[in-house]
Structure formats: C-alpha cells, structure tokens
C-alpha cells in the first residue's frame, strides 16, 4: 500500500453504538425516566444515567420534529422543552409530595402528575400550531413532539434536582435547587443537551447516530457538573453523590466525545485544522 493510500485511511471506530429507533427510544426514555422518577432512593450514579437517557430522548425529539425546516426554531423548541418541563416537573414535585401522597419513600408514583399534565398541555399546543385555524405550522408530528418533549423535560427537572439534592421532595427541593438559583443551571444544561446535537450538527450531510452522540457526551458534561454542585450540598451524603456523578460524566464524556471527533473524520469528506483533534485518531 503506498504512502498516499496510507495517508487517506479513514480512523477506525473504536467505540460504536447502535441507537434504538425513534418509537423505541421514545418507549426507552419513558419507562427508564419514569422508573428513576418514582424511586428517589436510587443511588446519585443510576439517577445519572436516567438523567442522560432523557436528554437523549428529549434530543431525538427535537430532531424529529425540527427536520422538517423549522431553522432558527430548533434552539427555540429545545427552550420551549425545557420550559414546559420546568412548569410540570415542580409541579410534580410539589404534588408528589403532598404528605397524603408522599407514600415511605420506596416508590413516589405522584411526581409523575406533573409528567403527565405537561405532556398533555405539550399535545394540546402541538395541535393549536399545527390547526390552519390558529398558527397552521403544519409540521408533521408535531402533536406527539411537543407531548415528548414536555414529558423529557419535566423527567429532567425531576431526576436532576433529585440527583443533586438527593430526594425530590419539596421540603428539600425548594431551599437547595430552586431558592438558591441552581434550577436555572437545571434549565440551562438539560435545554442544551436537547437543543445542541441537531442545532449543530444540522445540514445536508446530518445523521441521527453522529447528532445523537454529541446528546450523550453532552449528558456526560451536565452529570460533571451536577456532580460538584451536588458535592456543596450540606446533606452528608452529598460529596459521595458528587463524587459519583463527577466519575459517571468523565467516563461517558471520554467515551462519546471521542466517538463523536472519529465519526467527523470518518464522514467528513477533508479535514482541515490545527492538528488538535487529529491527534485522536
């Protein structure tokens, strides 16, 4: 093989994943974001990986429903995601946590409520911007989009604010995620990790495995720093929760945003740079 061939090999893949398809990564990310919701026991490491399956969940949802030329509006539905999620995951939590309801702390199933209620205030505006009556948008799917991604972004708020502060019961909640303004970083990484991955991997050459990769290495990133959040709170389990998060987010950065880097110089057609990332082949 001569020096040219050599030189044009493409990297090979070190650490491949096969996504699911959309209806069954919608199934994934309901059953496993609720199952984590519903459980405030669960270790800060596996409330972790729920947090980063719904944002994977939430970011093929606005894939789904942004391909069909919405432009500008994929930053705008992933805001409006995480909005909706905001409203119904404080309001599960609230509800949930209700004495009547708050059961011994085994299974919360309450919490879900606001799950639920958002989602379906998500369908019912889907439906207003599609009807040729009020907006007409007429984007296909956008009913069931808006549904998902309301749902993923109240299981967002839930999860993360449990990871970090250790319950999502609102006695806890209130002072430590929402007085304190660590809600917005909530708010803030959770929308990026769902609005991100198609806003910058859109194009002609866009494809669902490479966008969904930055989702996950995005997740990594959020668990990182929730991680050190959740290491200042005065809980006393809150540094091994931290502890636990910060080890998650690097291996599943490590693992994702390389894989990410190999997928953009497999498919890119030249590479042109300072050199940095070509080191990592």
């Known amino acids: ?104 702390g085994i299974v919360e199933p309450a919490v879900l409520i606001g799950v639920a209620a958002v989602g379906a205030v998500g369908y019912i505006s889907g439906i207003l911007a599609n009807s040729e009556k009020f907006i007409g948008m007429k984007i296909p799917g956008l009913e069931r989009g808006m549904a998902e991604l309301g749902m993923a972004g109240a299981l967002a708020v839930i999860i993360e604010s449990s990871m970090i502060a250790g319950t999502w019961n609102a006695s806890v909640v209130i002072p430590n995620i929402i007085e304190n303004g660590v809600i917005a970083t909530i708010f803030i990484l959770s929308g990026f990790g769902m609005l991100q991955p198609f806003n910058s991997c859109l194009g002609a050459d866009e494809r669902r495995g490479r966008t969904l990769l930055v989702s996950v290495e995005i997740g990594g990133l959020c668990c990182i720093i929730f991680g050190v959040v959740a290491s200042l709170m005065p809980a006393p389990s809150g540094i091994l929760q931290g502890i636990q998060l910060i080890i998650l987010g690097v291996i599943v950065w490590i693992l994702f945003y390389s894989s990410y880097v190999r997928a953009c110089l497999r498919e890119a057609h030249a590479v042109v740079g300072t050199g940095l990332i070509k080191t990592m082949r």
Do not use: Q
Request: hydrophobic share 50%; aromatic share 6%.
């Open 1 to 104: 093989m001569g020096e040219e061939e050599k030189a044009e090999e493409k990297p090979k893949e070190k650490f491949t994943l096969h996504f699911p398809t959309e209806n069954n990564l919608s199934i994934m990310g309901i059953v496993v974001g609720a199952l984590v919701a519903i459980l405030p026991w669960l270790p800060a490491i596996v409330k972790g990986v729920g947090a980063i399956v719904v944002i994977l969940w939430g970011a093929d949802c606005v894939r789904k429903t942004a391909r069909y030329g919405l432009g500008t509006g994929v930053p705008s539905i992933g805001v409006l995601a995480m909005g909706y999620g905001l409203v119904g995951g404080i309001t599960g939590i609230v509800i949930g946590s209700v004495p009547v309801l708050y059961g011994v």
